[in-house]
C-alpha cells in the first residue's frame, strides 16, 4: 500500500487523498454554478458525509465558502459589478 501512495504522489504530485479531495471540490464547484442544488444536497453527492467537513475543506481550497462562491460566480457571469465598479 505504501508504495502504490509513493508511486500515487510521483506521478499525481499530491496524495491519493488530497486528490480526491480537490476533485469532489471541483465536482462541486461545477454543480454549485451549474444548478440550484442545496450545498447540503451538493455536498452529499460529491461524497462528503459531513457538511462542515465539506465547508471546512472548500474554504481551505477555494477561499470562501460554497455559498459565496455561488454568489460570487453568478455575480461574474452577469457582469454585475459592486458600486465601486460603476462610474
Avoid at 481551505?60 to 455559498?67: D, L, N, V
Wanted: aromatic content about 14%.
Amino acid at each position: 500500500m505504501m508504495y502504490w501512495r509513493r508511486f500515487f504522489r510521483e506521478i499525481a504530485g499530491v496524495s491519493p487523498i488530497r486528490y480526491l479531495i480537490s476533485y469532489r471540490l471541483e465536482r462541486a464547484c461545477s454543480l454549485l454554478v451549474h444548478t440550484t442544488q442545496s450545498v447540503t444536497d451538493i455536498a452529499l453527492e460529491c461524497g462528503f458525509e459531513n457538511i462542515s467537513y465539506f465547508i471546512r475543506k472548500f474554504r481551505e481550497e477555494k477561499g470562501c465558502t460554497p455559498k459565496e462562491y455561488r454568489i460570487r460566480t453568478y455575480k461574474n457571469s452577469c457582469g454585475i459589478q459592486g458600486h465601486k465598479g460603476i462610474i
